[in-house]
């Protein structure tokens, strides 16, 4: 009787186990990017009316490309040594889901990219932190275009997101006002917790002033 109360608790165990990872999977994939669930990482695809959308990163090519209705884009190349598979970020190169694409009325999509905050050898220094940036890219014209490009998270820089232990889940994003917010744990010479709002240009943040 021992045994078989033991083989039964062990299979309850086992069983709530494999409910929670399946639960854990789907929390991680249950942002919306427009496409039917699949096997691709979420992030890997976004789906517009009309168009389809495929971020890949090509680690011996080191180059970013994106596919659009099956033409394939260059739309980043890194320099040798700063590859995010060296710091195991590659996942980070993904689109930010539908909630938080606040411009696809001016054909203008946001994806994340990531290299390798330095290029040494050793692991000291940065050398295993990540530079992680929000590009905005046009897919109006016949080729992809990057219009611009700002930093949400830099060991080198020191600026750190809100929450980093949730970065995955894009925690730290939101939209005001129709554009794309991200709110910080620390931004150089900004100060407390500030959120920093994409410019016209996508090429920088704003931040609102505080009063002292």
Do not use: W
């Amino acid at each position: 009787m021992t045994a078989i109360h033991f083989a039964k608790s062990l299979a309850h165990i086992l069983a709530v186990f494999a409910c929670c990872v399946v639960f854990s999977a789907q929390a991680a994939g249950s942002r919306d990017f427009g496409c039917q669930p699949g096997t691709q990482r979420p992030g890997a695809s976004l789906c517009l009316p009309g168009k389809t959308l495929t971020i890949d990163y090509r680690s011996k090519a080191r180059t970013v490309s994106i596919t659009i209705n099956g033409s394939s884009h260059v739309v980043e190349r890194i320099d040798r040594n700063f590859g995010p598979e060296l710091i195991g970020m590659e996942q980070y190169i993904r689109f930010l889901p539908m909630e938080l694409q606040p411009y696809l009325s001016r054909n203008v999509v946001l994806f994340n990219s990531v290299v390798r905050s330095s290029g040494g050898e050793g692991m000291g220094q940065c050398g295993s932190g990540g530079e992680v940036f929000v590009n905005a890219m046009s897919i109006s014209g016949a080729k992809a275009r990057v219009l611009g490009k700002v930093q949400v998270e830099s060991c080198s820089l020191s600026i750190v997101p809100a929450n980093m232990e949730q970065e995955t889940a894009f925690s730290e994003y939101s939209v005001v006002d129709g554009r794309l917010a991200v709110s910080f744990r620390h931004y150089p010479e900004i100060e407390g917790r500030p959120t920093g709002v994409l410019s016209s240009d996508f090429r920088q943040f704003e931040f609102q002033e505080t009063e002292h």
